[in-house]
């Protein structure tokens, strides 16, 4: 039976490329690097850290004050990013929430930093449905590393077959196969790959509420919760 949802939130909840993709023009601006949009897609689904390593990789730029100084940059304008205007609903994503409140606990597991995740439900006034949020910063390899699903699950003493896993990127739904835990693709900008723990892709919520997808999918496995 299915009792866990774990939700990453960068555009799979909400929409927040925009946000990201502004954030990762102006850190390598500062850094005088050079901006390629093919480039910027494959951060896609990691952490402040990660990306700034992924930068380094081709660019070799963190140099002698370390990566923890140029994480910490990388956040600071990504946080500005988010304070100048919340993101956008993912179609069905607060009705979806709402509706599988009664059913199982929801948490979201993202690579944002904390404070914009807990800044972004609030927002959206999902706090009701939400049991915990989760950064990717908290553990030491972010995603397509499987830790910080791994971690999560563990915490809650739950067994992989009583979690489900919502991603939009191909690091996202790799971390998800890794756990060895089902996922289901929403709202994908990159092609995601087959794999055994995918069950399926989808453009938003909206397409899980609507006809009997979810219910074909896990239907016999939810069980609505006690009062």
Same mark, same amino acid.
């Given at each position: ?10 555009? +799979?909840? &909400?929409?927040?490329?925009?946000? $990201?993709?502004?954030? /990762?023009k102006?850190?390598? =601006?500062?850094?005088?690097l050079?901006?390629?949009?093919e480039?910027?897609l ?12 992924s ?11 370390g ?6 940059v ?6 500005r ?15 979806f ?10 948490y ?9 995740? +807990?800044? &972004?439900?609030?927002h959206?006034? $999902?706090?009701?449905? /939400?049991a915990?949020?989760? =950064?990717?910063?908290?553990v030491?390899r ?15 003493a ?40 995918l ?29």
């Open positions: 039976m299915l009792k866990y949802f774990f939700y990453d939130m960068d555009d +799979t909840l &909400v929409g927040t490329w925009e946000k $990201w993709h502004g954030a /990762i102006e850190y390598l =601006s500062m850094q005088n050079p901006y390629e949009s480039m910027v494959t951060y896609l689904g990691k952490n402040c850290k990660d990306v700034c390593l930068i380094d990789s081709h660019c070799h730029h963190i140099g002698s004050l990566i923890e100084h140029h994480a910490n990388f956040r600071e304008i990504l946080m990013q988010f304070a100048l205007e919340m993101p956008r609903e993912i179609p069905g994503a607060g009705k929430l709402s509706l599988m409140n009664g059913y199982v606990d929801q979201v597991v993202s690579g944002s930093p904390l404070q914009v995740i +807990t800044q &972004v439900i609030r959206k006034n $999902w706090s009701p449905f /939400i915990g949020c989760v =950064s990717s910063e908290t030491a972010g995603k397509p590393d499987p830790l910080i699903y791994t971690a999560t699950r563990e915490g809650l739950a067994e992989k077959e009583e979690c489900l896993i919502f991603e939009d990127s191909p690091a996202g739904v790799e971390a998800a196969r890794r756990a060895g835990i089902r996922c289901i693709a929403i709202n994908a900008r990159m092609p995601v790959g087959e794999s055994d723990s069950l399926c892709k989808v453009p938003d919520f909206q397409a899980l509420l609507s006809g009997d997808t979810l219910h074909r999918l896990v239907g016999s496995e939810l069980r609505q919760k006690p009062h």
